[in-house]
């Protein structure tokens, strides 16, 4: 029973690189959500997909893409990588009347 | 999205019952209260949520005035290992077929010394 799965756990870009942060979830969830959370701060949502084949825009959308790829797989894409996105990037799912799983997070350093 | 206020840090001892407020003045008509656990370098983990009055499970009791403008959870005799920062959260809980949009603020740091 794996949850919420990310890959990777650690990476480091250098500034203008391009990376996607997967996420796979195996518990039949509909809603999907991506978070970065910075040093000593709560989570900011970043974006969120209500059921596959729709994505929208949370709170900090700006330098990212999405992708809700089946009902399984949420990406997160930055096509150009700058440090202000040196963060730790958690994914969640979430069933329709419950609370939300997250993953173990992404570590991502741009320098 | 209800706005939430609670203490940025508390500290506490082992076996002793811990209980963080959370302020929610705006909170709305359909929206449920969540509470969060977050351990350092893990995602959040769920713990508990209601709508009113009291609700308790194997972790904890989430306790909820009749004006909903607040809610305090409850955490008996904590240990070390509930060391955490814990978040509370405001927002309609939608079924069958919905979803939500949860808004995490800056939590609460609670250390539990031995």
């Known amino acids: 029973n794996a949850g919420v799965t990310q890959t990777p756990k650690f990476q480091v870009l250098k500034t203008g690189q391009s990376m996607t942060l997967q996420c796979a979830q195996d518990?039949?969830?509909?809603?999907m959500y991506w978070y970065r959370q910075d040093p000593g701060m709560g989570l900011r949502l970043i974006y969120y997909?209500?059921?596959?084949?729709?994505?929208d825009k949370g709170e900090v959308p700006n330098g990212y893409n999405v992708s809700r790829l089946n009902k399984r797989e949420f990406s997160l894409r930055l096509e150009s990588a700058a440090p202000s996105q040196t963060s730790v990037y958690f994914c969640?799912?979430?069933?329709?009347?419950?609370?939300?799983?997250f993953g173990s997070g992404t570590r991502l350093t741009v320098v | 999205l209800a706005k939430t206020t609670q203490p940025i840090s508390m500290d506490s001892y082992e076996g002793q019952e811990v209980n963080i407020t959370c302020s929610h003045n705006?909170?709305?008509?359909?929206?449920?209260i969540t509470w969060y656990q977050q351990f350092p370098s893990q995602g959040p983990r769920f713990i508990i949520q209601?709508?009113?009055t009291k609700v308790t499970n194997e972790v904890a009791s989430l306790f909820i005035p009749a004006d909903r403008k607040s809610s305090t959870l409850s955490l008996p005799r904590v240990s070390l290992s509930d060391t955490a920062v814990y978040y509370c959260?405001?927002?309609?809980?939608?079924?069958?077929?919905?979803?939500?949009?949860?808004?995490f603020g800056a939590g609460t740091r609670l250390a539990v010394h031995p």
């Open positions: 997909s209500a059921s596959e084949g729709t994505t």
């Open positions: 518990m039949n969830h509909n809603s």
């Open positions: 969640a799912s979430r069933e329709d009347s419950g609370g939300y799983t």
């Open positions: 959260l405001v927002g309609v809980l939608l079924f069958s077929g919905g979803y939500n949009k949860l808004i």
């Open positions: 209601g709508y009113k």
């Open positions: 705006n909170i709305a008509t359909n929206d449920y």
